[in-house]
């Protein structure tokens, strides 16, 4: 419940660059919680925006595929219960295997995966009260034999609800990416989530512009999302931007097919930009 | 709990036009709902997705305009509690007036309007877990006096989750459009959206193809999120096809200036096709 009070107050809280949790523990009242690492990876890395529609899933997918082409080993945990993505977007339809204690990931193109879209038909909803989501959340983190992942990418659901604060309280979260488009409707969301990351004291790494433009056959760019939002954002809470990615019709088609766009074709220039940011990121853990 | 039990089949549930609720919840194994109207409005008209980022607020916000241009008295309830955005939309920057029982809502373009927005900061996020956001959406719903209304639009936050179930049990529903974008990974989510409110018994008035198009300056269309997919869905699903909207920046940048296009602009071409579903919604109900 303390957490609700402090809805209703903001503006002290200033970010904590140094990765020190326990003072931003002390300064909301003292609650702590235990937060254990998921067990058999090194990183968790939460792709994050509060605004649904953004792009999270397929941004998560690349750049977990882009991280494994440059050497890493990663998991990828699709922890939207409502809109699950990952059996789309990876072209998966099987179940997972369970030794009746553990689920064992499903591993494809090189990355170990898990979604709840893996345990239900593909069209039934999860109709779902929070306490729910919450449960779920924990059997993902807790009871997933996930094998020696270097970074594990968290595809989280759109809201400030039950799943993001599981996270922040449970695990051990190495850092945050928040994704954007850039009008103004959705950018107010996504200042809604970085305030929420830094009251739960969970590193924001920087901000993703998606959908920056698109570039039309007469080799126009039209902004057809607004113009350096996210960019704005990024230096009015002090920080990272980690930069644009165009829309592309060819992202979500090779989306749509099971087989995304930095797996089909890593020479792509959008391929580029996720290899490009797979380095940035490496570098500021291994 | 007896939800949670029925997500693991369904198909069985044909839709039920004649608007018998009764049997439905037969099938649901009995439970029944008491299902009040919300009080001082005739007919609620929620507008949903399951799926964020397909443009709901914005086609709600813009049919709430276009009904009370064909002379109908309208109110519109933001219930994402998460991300709310009518204080943006209708540039609303004050606190609604309260007598200690009921909320008074704040009347902006004629329209009266309610949302958690009015009542924190705007950059505040509600990190709470779902028993609260039940309880925000019962005030929303018992406790604000809206006056004399013949349609309420409730803008429904993505997901199958807390807020849907709320209104379905509790609201007497009199009918919900589905906004999606064409792409398949927005479909995977509409479907399950609306096989959540066949299973709710919640009547499903037709489906919008938001995001249909993008033309460009050199007059050419531009399918930017697919061709056709949400017209696909309809007929997959028996449901009414209402039409597609095109990409255009103007309704973004309309939106993001706190006058939505249809207040704006009533001769636009966007403005016209809402103009134009508005009257097939009136025609359904009065």
Chains 1, 2 share one sequence.
């Not at 970074?151 to 039950?162: Q, R």
């Not at 051990?172 to 103004?184: A, F, L, R, Y």
């Not at 959908?211 to 954002?233: A, C, L, Q, W």
Request: hydrophobic share 35%; aromatic share 8%.
């Amino acid at each position: 419940m303390s957490l609700i009070g402090k809805t209703s107050y903001d503006g002290n809280m200033k970010e904590d660059n140094t990765g020190h949790n326990e003072a931003l523990k002390k300064k909301m009242g003292g609650k702590t919680f235990e937060k254990k690492p998921i067990i058999g990876t090194k990183y968790t890395l939460a792709i994050s925006s509060a605004k649904g529609g953004v792009g999270k899933s397929t941004f998560a997918s690349n750049i977990a595929l882009a991280l494994k082409k440059i050497g890493c080993r990663v998991g990828l945990l699709d922890a939207d219960i409502y809109g699950p993505s990952l059996p789309k977007l990876f072209s998966i339809d099987e179940k997972p295997k369970s030794d009746g204690k553990t689920l064992t990931p499903i591993t494809k193109y090189e990355i170990q995966c898990m979604s709840i879209g893996f345990l239900t038909e593909e069209q039934t909803p999860m109709i779902w009260r929070g306490p729910m989501v919450t449960s779920a959340i924990k059997t993902f983190t807790q009871k997933v034999a996930w094998d020696n992942l270097d970074f594990i990418i968290v595809d989280m659901p759109p809201g400030t609800g039950d799943t993001q604060l599981t996270f922040s309280q449970d695990i051990k979260m190495d850092g945050v990416i928040i994704i954007s488009t850039p009008q103004e409707l959705a950018l107010q969301d996504v200042k809604r989530g970085i305030k929420m990351f830094d009251k739960l004291g969970v590193k924001i790494i920087g901000l993703i512009d998606n959908m920056s433009h698109f570039v039309g056959d007469d080799k126009k760019k039209y902004p057809i999302f607004g113009n350096g939002g996210v960019e704005r954002t990024a230096k009015e809470f002090g920080k990272n931007f980690l930069g644009e990615i165009p829309i592309n019709p060819e992202i979500g088609k090779q989306g749509d097919l099971g087989i995304p766009i930095v797996e089909h074709n890593p020479d792509h220039e959008i391929s580029k930009i996720y290899l490009s940011l797979a380095e940035k990121i490496k570098s500021n853990f291994i």
